[in-house]
């Protein structure tokens, strides 16, 4: 659409809303109003927030030497830890005492992967073991390539892996006992149709789906003969934007194919999870948006007669920051510390709930990672919203919308029984945004049997911001891109990827890091409202790109 084009429409908004920006004194254009219908209930939201992804278990030691964020402790809603390509695909990720001894085939240690989830279950979560990428000793002509410097091909001889897998299953078995691990999640392949992770060695698409097919009923059924019939299993697509084949040709090949491995029809599988990824802030995706991405995993499986599947994102939110550090643009953890992302993160949600999807996967929340630093508001928005699961959602229409162009203020609402909560957002996909908008929520408050009820509203925008501080800083102290391996656009600047200047990183760490620990902190504000002909109205002011949650429940 040209620039002209814009004018003319948003010139047409305004001419709409005129009559009633008048007869309010001028406030409607930034007024937004919903009704919170409690009587009209829907389907319990899921926890969306219920997993995060480590990108390389042998390069950290947070498992082998597990520790929580007491303050500020992701797992109070994270319950899924995926360990990626934790089987396999170069000399760091095949487990075995020599990866590099093609004349043994068998010399396994486990021991990696085994520590590795008992640290997990240490903290208190569930390990979500991607499996997968073939170990370079089981393909002759293995090929390191791709973004991800893994052997991309499939395996000479899939009995050789078969027992490969066989034996990583017995060996968790014996660890842990098969009641424990059958409440584990496994998944076949990181983004199964994309060349840059699978592929055979002419790279021709038909050839390839068939050899993604066979080393995922390979795997299922080592697993299931090892774990248990009801093992829970599934796998990750791109979806988002085309790989080099079609992801229904495997969705088709475990509903209605003949197994590579059994020989019967079909395959066993639990979960189809894509990838999700923006470009960068103020720039979609070229591919689907994320309902279309849920709606077509969702739509395929129906199609092919699958049932009771869950539909997650494994990875995902956005590429790159809108600035580059010296080595690359990419951003660390797939976010930017602006009050932006927590916008743009309830937005996400909100969609992810609304079109049917059970989760949403993340790399990180803090400054620090997983463990480390303080809150984002990032983290902020996810610990609010992971409240809101296993409540039903409420009926909530927008009764008037404002005129703010470009921009989107909406609302989710969620019931238990006990406690209604709500979350608002206002959002544009810029980062320059600067239009606030004036929010009225008009509440059924009958259900809560009561003439009062108490009211907590978490404001997330700059107040509970650091990163707002930390730009400022970087001028006074001349803390420039190239102070940066990364984007500087990341939050996690705890990280040497991300502030890799040394004496940049001395500053931060011994004389702003307490500054900004104070600057990320989540205030509630609490009051009484009083119950009038069974409503109460809820009403705040959203900053730009702030996120706002109300709980309110009867009072005492």
């Known amino acids: 659409m040209s620039a002209l084009t814009y004018f003319f429409s948003y010139l047409l908004s305004l001419l709409i809303a005129l009559p009633g920006i008048i007869a309010s004194g001028g406030k409607t254009a930034n007024d937004y109003q919903f009704d919170v219908n409690t009587s009209q209930l829907g389907e319990a939201v899921p926890n969306t927030l219920s997993n995060v992804n480590i990108w390389d278990m042998q390069g950290t030691d947070l498992f082998t030497n597990p520790r929580v964020n007491e303050k500020y402790n992701i797992l109070e809603f994270v319950e899924y830890i995926q360990l990626m390509q934790c089987t396999g695909g170069n000399a760091d990720r095949d487990l075995f005492v020599d990866p590099l001894n093609n004349d043994v085939l068998d010399d396994y240690d486990f021991s990696p992967l085994i520590e590795n989830c008992a640290g997990i279950l240490e903290l208190g979560a569930k390990p979500h073991l991607k499996l997968g990428s073939v170990p370079l000793k089981y393909s002759q002509n293995a090929l390191k390539g791709g973004n991800f410097d893994t052997n991309l091909y499939p395996p000479d001889d899939y009995d050789v892996y078969y027992d490969y897998m066989v034996a990583m299953a017995k060996a968790l078995v014996d660890e842990f006992g098969a009641e424990e691990v059958l409440t584990w999640r496994f998944g076949v392949m990181t983004e199964f149709e994309n060349s840059d992770w699978f592929m055979v060695p002419d790279g021709d698409p038909a050839k390839t789906a068939e050899a993604y097919c066979k080393l995922y009923d390979y795997t299922v059924d080592a697993l299931q003969k090892n774990i248990g019939e009801d093992v829970f299993v599934g796998a990750h697509a791109m979806v988002v934007t085309e790989g080099l084949w079609d992801e229904r040709i495997f969705i088709n090949h475990c509903a209605s194919g003949t197994n590579y491995k059994t020989g019967v029809t079909g395959t066993r599988i639990c979960f189809l999870s894509a990838s999700f990824y923006d470009n960068r802030p103020g720039e979609y995706t070229k591919g689907y948006t994320l309902p279309e991405t849920i709606a077509h995993l969702q739509q ?193 600047i705890g990280s040497t990827v991300t502030l890799k200047d040394s004496a940049a990183r001395e500053l931060y760490i011994t004389e702003l890091y307490d500054k900004y620990e104070k600057c990320a902190q989540l205030i509630p504000a609490t009051y009484t409202a009083d119950v009038v002909d069974g409503k109460i109205v809820l009403d705040t002011t959203l900053a730009p790109n702030a996120v706002v949650f109300f709980e309110v429940s009867a009072a005492e």
Request: glycine letters at 10%.
């Open 300 to 492: 395929s499986a129906k199609d092919a007669g699958l049932e009771n599947l869950i539909f997650g994102v494994d990875e995902g939110r956005m590429l790159w920051g809108i600035n580059s550090g010296a080595d690359d643009n990419q951003l660390l953890t797939r976010m930017v510390g602006y009050t932006y992302q927590a916008a743009y993160d309830a937005r996400l949600n909100k969609q992810l709930i609304e079109q049917g999807g059970d989760y949403f996967s993340s790399w990180g929340y803090l400054s620090g990672g997983l463990f480390d630093g303080y809150p984002t508001v990032s983290f902020h928005v996810a610990k609010q919203l992971s409240a809101f699961a296993g409540s039903k959602q409420v009926n909530t229409e927008n009764t008037k919308s404002g005129v703010i162009y470009g921009a989107e203020v909406d609302v989710l609402s969620a019931f238990d029984g006990k406690t209604l909560r709500i979350m608002a957002y206002n959002f544009k996909n810029t980062l320059d945004y600067n239009k606030s908008a004036d929010l009225e929520l008009s509440v059924d408050a009958s259900v809560f049997n009561s003439d009062k009820v108490n009211v907590t509203v978490y404001t997330v925008d700059d107040n509970c911001n650091y990163f707002d501080e930390w730009q400022q800083d970087r001028v006074t102290y001349n803390i420039g891109d190239d102070c940066f391996g990364w984007s500087p656009d990341d939050p996690q």
